[in-house]
Nanobody, 116 residues
Framework: QVQLVESGGGLVQPGGSLKLSCAAS????????MAWYRQAPGKQRQLVGW???????NTIDSVKGRFTISRDNAKNTVYLQMNSLKPEDTAVYYC??????????WGQGTQVTVSS
C-alpha cells in the first residue's frame, strides 16, 4: 500500500523559511518524477514544482528562486525548501507523482501559513 506523508508545515512570518518533507512507503520515489502541489483556501490545487528521475527540477514562476525541490533516495523522501515566504504561499502542501498525480496517493498534506 502506497503512502505519501507530508510534514514540516507551520506558521511562519513573511520572509521566513520552512522545509517540507514527503516520506514515501510502498513506493520508491527515485523511480518516478515527483511534484509538490498546494491548495489555498477557495482555490484549486496547483502544481508548485517537480523533480524528475534524473534530478532535474523546476518550479512555477511565482516561487522561482525561493523554493527548491530535492530528493533523498536513501530516505525515500522528497523535500521542498521554501525561503522568503509570502502570505500568498499560504496553503496546504501535498506531494504526488507528475505529470499525472495518482488519485490514490494524495496524503493529508501539511498546512503552511505565512502571516505576521
Amino acid at each position: 500500500q502506497v503512502q505519501l506523508v507530508e510534514s514540516g508545515g507551520g506558521l511562519v512570518q513573511p520572509g521566513g523559511s520552512l522545509k517540507l518533507s514527503c516520506a514515501a512507503s510502498g513506493f520508491t520515489v527515485s523511480r518516478y518524477a515527483m511534484a509538490w502541489y498546494r491548495q489555498a483556501p477557495g482555490k484549486q490545487r496547483q502544481l508548485v514544482g517537480w523533480i524528475n528521475i534524473g534530478d532535474y527540477t523546476n518550479t512555477i514562476d511565482s516561487v522561482k528562486g525561493r523554493f527548491t525541490i530535492s530528493r533523498d533516495n536513501a530516505k525515500n523522501t522528497v523535500y521542498l525548501q521554501m525561503n522568503s515566504l509570502k502570505p500568498e504561499d499560504t496553503a496546504v502542501y501535498y506531494c504526488n507523482t507528475i505529470p499525472t498525480p495518482h488519485p490514490e496517493y494524495w496524503g493529508q498534506g501539511t498546512q503552511v501559513t505565512v502571516s505576521s
